[in-house]
C-alpha cells in the first residue's frame, strides 16, 4: 500500500490542523481510495501520502474534510465514481 495512515494523519495535522476525528475519517478515505484502485487506474500512477497532500493544499481553504471533499468533487468532474469517498460525517 501506498499510503502509510499513520504518517498521514501526522502531516495532515502539521499542514492543515483539524481536529482528531477529522484527519481519521480523511485518511480512513485516502486508504479505501488507494485501495480502491480507481485513482491509480484513471490517473496513471499510485495514490501516495504526498499526493493527497499536495492535492488538498491546492483546496481553497477549510478543514481537512473540506479540502478532501473539493478534491474529491474535482476527481468526480474528471472521471466520474468518486462520490462514494466523499466524507458526508465523522464524530466531532
Known amino acids: 500500500m501506498f499510503i502509510d495512515p499513520e504518517r498521514l494523519e501526522v502531516r495532515l495535522r502539521e499542514e492543515f ?25 484513471d490517473v496513471g500512477t499510485a495514490l501516495t501520502n504526498e499526493i493527497v497532500l499536495e492535492e488538498l493544499a491546492d483546496a481553497p481553504d477549510g478543514t481537512p474534510p473540506d479540502r478532501w471533499n473539493w478534491w474529491i468533487g474535482s476527481l468526480e468532474l474528471a472521471y466520474g465514481g468518486y462520490n462514494r469517498f466523499d466524507i458526508q460525517r465523522y464524530q466531532r
Open 17 to 41: 490542523g483539524g481536529t482528531t476525528a477529522q484527519l481519521r475519517v480523511v485518511v480512513r478515505q485516502a486508504v479505501d481510495l488507494a485501495d480502491s484502485g480507481a485513482y491509480e487506474s
